[in-house]
T-cell receptor, first 114, second 114 residues
Framework: GENVEQHPSTLSVQEGDSAVIKCTYS??????FPWYKQELGKGPQLIID?????GEKKDQRIAVTLNKTAKHFSLHITETQPEDSAVYFC?????????????FGTGTKLQVIP | EAQVTQNPRYLITVTGKKLTVTCSQN?????MSWYRQDPGLGLRQIYY???????DKGDVPEGYKVSRKEKRNFPLILESPSPNQTSLYFC?????????????FGNGTRLTVT
């Protein structure tokens, strides 16, 4: 089955700096890569996603890049703010018997220091 | 407001005492799923449902049951809880899962089994 590795597990940055979280996946059939943000006491919430036919996607301060050949994708947050502090999960998704099988990474706890 | 609602938010129980965690969504989503979140392990799928009366095992189904008698509800049942089921549980739903739709999560249920 699919295996998604996520690094680092914790990340501390100064406010205004950039943060990068990296994930690798094993199944070349994976074709959808969402990123979720989990704030304290809440469930994960989608912040950005990318499909396998796209190499990069940007939404304001957040961007995701995908390298299908190397099977890795990354989340980039620029000009970090204290409200960016949260746990971030990457995921890889593929069609599996009529539904999308989603495999999550182990999470990155991001702390933005004011 | 579109949402996935789980109850209770916190639950402390003893080994062997049957319990049910409820999940309801108001988005008319066909697909619903249960995950457990454990430190260092990310989110692991327990059970999922493609539609009413259609359920299937995820990656860690042992010790759990589910039912899908109505489209909006997807309860998680632990018939004989054990301490290794102490975890943070999330219910999620999605529309048109076949087409890479993102998951919408509830706010979680923290279960402690003593």
């Amino acid at each position: 089955g699919e295996n998604v590795e996520q690094h680092p597990s914790t990340l501390s940055v100064q406010e205004g700096d950039s943060a990068v979280i990296k994930c690798t996946y094993s199944d070349s059939a994976s074709n959808y890569f969402p990123w979720y943000k989990q704030e304290l006491g809440k469930g994960p919430q989608l912040i950005i996603d990318i499909r396998s036919n796209v190499g990069e996607k940007k939404d304001q301060r957040i961007a995701v890049t995908l390298n299908k050949t190397a099977k890795h994708f990354s989340l980039h947050i620029t000009e970090t703010q204290p409200e960016d502090s949260a746990v971030y999960f990457c995921a890889a998704s593929r069609d599996s018997g009529g539904y999308q099988k989603v495999t999550f990474g182990t999470g990155t706890k991001l702390q933005v220091i004011p | 407001e579109a949402q996935v609602t789980q109850n209770p938010r916190y639950l402390i129980t003893v080994t062997g005492k049957k319990l049910t965690v409820t999940c309801s969504q108001n988005m008319n989503h066909e697909y619903m799923s249960w995950y457990r979140q454990d430190p260092g392990l990310g989110l692991r799928q327990i059970y999922y449902s493609m539609n009413v009366e259609v359920t299937d095992k995820g990656d860690v189904p042992e010790g759990y049951k589910v039912s899908r008698k109505e489209k909006r509800n997807f309860p998680l049942i632990l018939e004989s809880p054990s301490p290794n089921q102490t975890s943070l549980y999330f219910c999620a739903s999605s529309s048109r899962q076949l087409f890479n739709s993102p998951l919408h999560f509830g706010n979680g249920t923290r279960l402690t089994v003593t």
